[in-house]
């Protein structure tokens, strides 16, 4: 068997032990406000923590990457569309990256 075989199974078995052990555990409604707010707000933070450390590291430089984090920050912040979010924040980087 393969390296990349091994690593793909051995992916495939944690994550489904992840996935299926809380069905098996908790039967019951869980009634505790803060565990129900806690599992409610973990994916954000999941997502937010391996997207942000991407964003400062694909233009290979600070003062784009944070150019285009404002720019999608100010158009989420206006409630846009994705799509206008996402181009403005590759613009900003491009022209900013044009000036440098």
């Keep these: 068997m393969s390296r990349a075989v091994f690593y793909i ?3 495939a078995v944690v994550t489904y032990l992840i996935r299926m052990l809380p069905f ?3 039967r019951k409604k869980i009634k505790s406000r803060f565990f129900r707010s806690l599992m409610y707000y973990i994916p954000y933070a999941v997502l937010s923590a391996m997207t942000i ?28 569309p994705l799509i206008a979010v996402a181009l403005a924040a590759a613009g900003a980087a491009f022209a900013t990256g044009l000036i440098l």
């Design 24 to 26: 098996t555990l908790v």
């Design 9 to 11: 199974i051995t992916m």
């Design 53 to 80: 450390p991407a964003i400062f590291r694909s233009t290979g430089s600070l003062a784009t990457a944070l150019a285009g984090t404002a720019a999608a920050l100010v158009t989420g912040w206006l409630d846009l």
